[in-house]
Nanobody
Framework: QLQAFGGGLVQAGGSLRLSCAAS????????MGWFRQAAGKEREFVAG????????DYADSVKGRFTISRDNARNTVYLQMNSLKPEDTAVYSC???????????????WGQGTQVTVSS
């Protein structure tokens, strides 16, 4: 129901745009979030967006560098990542639910992730 793609290997300072494709029933009227998990670390919230694009939220570590957006007509959510740092290396996943913030308990659907690797 959710599938993230667009990851890859990029040098520090570079950019990537991740996409999260969803079925219409999964994304419709649901808030969406991006999370990441680095090797040996816990999953952490990256960014979230309300179902109607009216509000968004970002982790402090990515503010000013990442931008979340969504195209409801295409059932897709995006994460534009600029000025990437080695510490952004992780598996990035998207989720849909009742929240657009870091409260993982309020996300009902989770997709498989895509690997992002930033080299120094």
């Amino acid at each position: 129901q959710l599938q993230a793609f667009g990851g890859g290997l990029v040098q520090a300072g570079g950019s990537l745009r991740l996409s999260c494709a969803a079925s219409r029933s999964t994304i419709r009227n649901r808030n969406m979030g991006w999370f990441r998990q680095a090797a040996g670390k816990e999953r952490e919230f990256v960014a979230g967006i309300a179902w109607d694009r009216s509000r968004s939220d970002y982790a402090d570590s990515v503010k000013g560098r990442f931008t979340i957006s969504r195209d409801n007509a295409r059932n897709t959510v995006y994460l534009q990542m600029n000025s990437l740092k080695p510490e952004d290396t992780a598996v990035y996943s998207c989720a849909a639910g009742r929240a657009y913030n870091s409260d993982v308990r309020r996300y009902d659907y989770w997709g498989q992730g895509t690997q992002v690797t930033v080299s120094s």
